[in-house]
């Protein structure tokens, strides 16, 4: 029942019948769209394709700053099609299964794990294994090994999944994008879950230093309407010719909250903030801290809207100035910066998602092309399956 709560949020998709599988960070508790099945083997099949353009009112040299899907000003752009093989293990039964994720496309490049080597291809953002033990009514243990995606945020890798068209700011600077190593989902019960994870690192295939990374998140269901988790991370991030000892930390939590409201309204409110030791540009430590608001609602059966206002205050600027710039910053400088996002959820073909999106971002540096601020128009097509 509990996965994140986070899902409660995603009502303006519900109505087309998405895949729980497009979720990546669901995959056990996934509902696929389609399914081919032997008598001893049965595999399911689902994914999604999905095309966009996007105008910016700051060329900045044919790209737009800041973004990590919608990339190209001015440009019809191929983002995804993806792939999911799967086979769910039943939660009430001594059960294996696995999930194997293909993104093809600029998104699946967008956040490729260092080590995979798929080159401008894509990327295989999920490849796990979980075996499930039961432990009474509605309480499991689940073993999983390989790779998966983050335990972080609300917006997952999969864009059709998301509230909104464009990628927020927390997703892209202050959480990881996929984990790879070992782990376990426990479910105590109706209202309670937690899952752990002993990773490489931060979207790495293969280990950069000698120690391993954690992440640990606890979930509340208290009733049909409320989820609430909390979130833990710890562990060296760089690599060894920067910190031969591996005593430099990333450490880190996160807060999440969701709230259905009357109807089809529904609110999530996101809270993240981290440290990393000798991470900033003069050797000093980084910090840094971000917050994002998520409103949902459907307007008619086959209309949603999903408001999104996030904000990031990079202190030392060493998670996001050389990611807008493409040059890491020679000091430390403060860098503080936001969006405001509108985007309609249009369903009125079965199986198929249209979202016009208008954007707004803020920095207090000029980091746009030049400029403090940007504007942005985008619309992508989906077909769900």
């Known amino acids: 029942m509990i996965r994140r709560c986070a899902t409660l949020v995603v009502v303006t998709l519900a109505s087309i019948g998405l895949p729980r599988l497009l ?29 966009s353009y996007t105008y910016s009112t700051n060329d900045n040299g044919g790209t737009i700053a800041g973004r990590l899907y919608d990339t190209r000003h001015d440009q019809f752009m191929f983002n995804a099609a ?3 093989l799967a086979k769910p293990v039943e939660t009430s039964s001594l059960s294996a299964g696995f999930q194997v ?4 496309g600029t998104n699946g490049t967008a956040f490729q794990a260092s080590g995979l080597g798929l080159g401008t291809l894509g990327d295989v953002t999920q490849a796990l294994v979980t075996l499930n033990v039961p432990t009474g009514k509605d309480r499991y243990i689940q073993f999983k090994a390989g790779k ?11 864009d059709v999944a998301n509230p909104n068209l464009s990628i927020g700011n927390q997703f892209i600077f202050v959480e990881n994008t996929t984990n790879t190593g070992v782990g376990s989902d426990l479910k105590f019960g109706p209202t309670v879950d937690a899952e752990v994870r002993v990773i490489n690192g931060w979207d790495l295939l293969t280990d950069n230093n000698t120690k391993k990374s954690f992440m640990g998140r606890l979930g509340f269901t ?22 031969p000892s591996g005593s430099n930390q990333r450490y880190g939590g996160e807060a999440l909250l969701s709230r259905k409201l009357a109807g089809s309204v529904a609110l999530t409110a996101q809270f993240d903030a ?4 000798h991470a900033a540009p003069s050797g000093n430590d980084a910090s840094w801290w971000a917050g994002g608001v998520w409103l949902t609602s459907d307007i008619t059966p086959k209309i949603g809207v999903a408001l999104r206002g996030d904000y990031v205050d990079d202190k030392q600027g060493a998670r996001s100035i050389g990611f807008f ?5 020679a000091a430390d400088l403060a860098h503080k910066f936001g969006s405001g996002t509108v985007t309609l959820n249009i369903r009125s073909w079965e199986n198929a998602l249209v979202r016009p999106e208008i954007r707004y971002d803020r920095s207090n540096l000029p980091v746009f ?7 942005s128009f985008g619309l992508g097509v989906s077909y769900i399956y």
């Open 274 to 277: 981290g440290k990393e030791q």
């Open 325 to 329: 710039t493409g040059t890491a910053p």
């Open 23 to 51: 979720h990546a960070q669901s995959p056990d508790t996934a509902a696929v769209a389609a399914t081919a099945t032997t008598a001893a083997f049965p595999v399911k099949l689902s994914g999604y394709v999905t095309a």
């Open 82 to 84: 993806k792939i999911v």
């Open 369 to 375: 092309g030049g400029k403090k601020d940007q504007v």
């Open 148 to 158: 998966s995606p983050t335990l972080m945020g609300l917006e997952v890798i999969e």
């Open 222 to 243: 208290p009733d049909a309407k409320t989820g609430f988790s909390v979130l833990g991370y710890v562990g060296p991030e760089q690599p060894l010719a920067i910190d």
């Open 101 to 104: 994720d293909a993104l093809l």
